[in-house]
C-alpha cells in the first residue's frame, strides 16, 4: 500500500534534490575524469588520500569525536602512513600484494589503541569501543577504500602499460557503481512504492533495486561498447557476470552506511555536497564494490 500523499515529498523538493544531487556528481565525474585522463599516480594519489582522511574524519565525527579524539588522530595517522606506503610501493613497481602492508597496519591501529587507553583513565561503558572504533573504522574505510589503489596498479598482461595501469579497470568500475546509486536514486523516485528495507532506510524501494540493477548493466555495456579495449579482460560473459556483482555490492554498501548512520542518529554523514551529503556518503557503495572488483579481476587474468 503507497504512502499518503502528505507523507511523499512535493515534486518541487525531488526535483531541487535531484539538480543538486546532479550538481555535485557532475563536479566529482569532472575531477575523476581529469585523474583518469592524465594517467599520472600523483592525481589518483591525491584524490585517494583526501577521501580516505575526510572519511575518517567524518566516521570520528559521526562518533562524537570529542570522546575519541586521541583514537581519530592515531587512526588518521597510521591510515595516512598505510594508504601512501601502499600506493608508492605499487607506483614504483612494488605490485599490488599488500599483505604485508594490511597486516602490519591492522596490528600497529589494535595495539595504538589500547596503548591510548593504557596511559589515561579507563571510562567504564566506552573505552573498549574506542578502541573498537579505530581498528573499524581502518577496516571500513582505509583498507577497503585502498582498493582502488589495487584496481589502479593492476597489471592484466598487456605490453607497455601506463603509469597507472589499471585505470580503465578503476573508470569501469566507478561507472557501473555510481550508475547504480543513480538507477536506484532515479527509479525509485519515480515509481517506488514497495518499501525494501524500512527499518534501515525507508526510501530504499524494491523498485529502486530494480533500476539499480538496470543501470548498472547499462553502464557496463557502454562502457565495453565504447571503450573495449581499454578493458580487455572484460568480455561479454565476464561484463554480465561482474556488473551484476558490482550492482549487488554497490546496494550492500549503500545500506551498511545507512545502518551505520541509523544507528547513529545521523542522516547524512557530512554536508559536504549538495545533494550527496559527505564523503562517506559518496564512497560508501565504492567500498564495497572496488574490492569486488579487484578480486574478480585477479580471478580472471592470465
Given at each position: 500500500m503507497p504512502p499518503p500523499a502528505s507523507s511523499l515529498p512535493p515534486a518541487k523538493s525531488r526535483l531541487s534534490a535531484f539538480i543538486s544531487r546532479f550538481g555535485s556528481t557532475l563536479v566529482l565525474w569532472l575531477l575523476a575524469g581529469s585523474a583518469l585522463a592524465s594517467a599520472h599516480p600523483i592525481p589518483f594519489f591525491i584524490i585517494i588520500f583526501l577521501l580516505i582522511m575526510a572519511g575518517l574524519w567524518e566516521f570520528f565525527h559521526l562518533?562524537?569525536?570529542?570522546?575519541?579524539?586521541?583514537?581519530?588522530?592515531?587512526?588518521?595517522?597510521?591510515?595516512?602512513?598505510?594508504?601512501?606506503?601502499?600506493?608508492?610501493?605499487?607506483?614504483?613497481?612494488?605490485?599490488?600484494?599488500?599483505?604485508?602492508?594490511?597486516?602490519?597496519?591492522?596490528?600497529?591501529?589494535?595495539?595504538?589503541?589500547?596503548?591510548?587507553?593504557?596511559?589515561?583513565?579507563?571510562?567504564?561503558?566506552?573505552?573498549?569501543?574506542?578502541?573498537?572504533?579505530?581498528?573499524?573504522?581502518?577496516?571500513?574505510?582505509?583498507?577497503?577504500?585502498?582498493?582502488?589503489?589495487?584496481?589502479?596498479?593492476?597489471?592484466?598482461?598487456?605490453?607497455?602499460?601506463?603509469?597507472?595501469?589499471?585505470?580503465?579497470?578503476?573508470?569501469?568500475?566507478?561507472?557501473?557503481?555510481?550508475?547504480?546509486?543513480?538507477?536506484?536514486?532515479?527509479?525509485?523516485?519515480?515509481?517506488?512504492?514497495?518499501?525494501?528495507?524500512?527499518?534501515?532506510?525507508?526510501?530504499?524501494?524494491?523498485?529502486?533495486?530494480a533500476g539499480a540493477i538496470l543501470f548498472a548493466y547499462l553502464a557496463a555495456f557502454s562502457i565495453i561498447g565504447i571503450w573495449g579495449r581499454g578493458v580487455p579482460l572484460l568480455t561479454p560473459g565476464h561484463t554480465a557476470i561482474l556488473a551484476g556483482l558490482i550492482a549487488l555490492g554497490a546496494i550492500v554498501g549503500d545500506l551498511a552506511e545507512s545502518t551505520l548512520k541509523r544507528s547513529l542518529r545521523a542522516k547524512d554523514s557530512g554536508h559536504v555536497m549538495p545533494g550527496i551529503g559527505g564523503v562517506l556518503d559518496l564512497i560508501d557503495s565504492v567500498l564495497f564494490t572496488t574490492p569486488i572488483l579487484y578480486f574478480y579481476l585477479e580471478w580472471i587474468k592470465p
Open positions: 562518533l562524537h569525536m570529542r570522546h575519541a579524539q586521541g583514537e581519530a588522530a592515531v587512526t588518521l595517522a597510521i591510515s595516512a602512513v598505510y594508504v601512501s606506503v601502499c600506493f608508492w610501493s605499487a607506483a614504483g613497481g612494488g605490485g599490488t600484494d599488500f599483505a604485508r602492508f594490511d597486516l602490519m597496519a591492522i596490528f600497529l591501529i589494535t595495539v595504538a589503541g589500547f596503548l591510548i587507553h593504557m596511559f589515561s583513565a579507563v571510562n567504564p561503558g566506552r573505552s573498549h569501543i574506542q578502541v573498537m572504533a579505530c581498528v573499524f573504522a581502518f577496516i571500513y574505510i582505509a583498507f577497503l577504500f585502498n582498493f582502488v589503489t589495487r584496481v589502479s596498479f593492476f597489471d592484466d598482461g598487456r605490453e607497455n602499460l601506463p603509469a597507472v595501469p589499471g585505470r580503465t579497470y578503476i573508470l569501469f568500475g566507478l561507472a557501473v557503481t555510481k550508475f547504480t546509486d543513480m538507477g536506484a536514486y532515479i527509479v525509485g523516485s519515480l515509481i517506488g512504492k514497495h518499501k525494501a528495507v524500512p527499518h534501515i532506510s525507508p526510501g530504499k524501494t524494491w523498485e529502486g533495486f
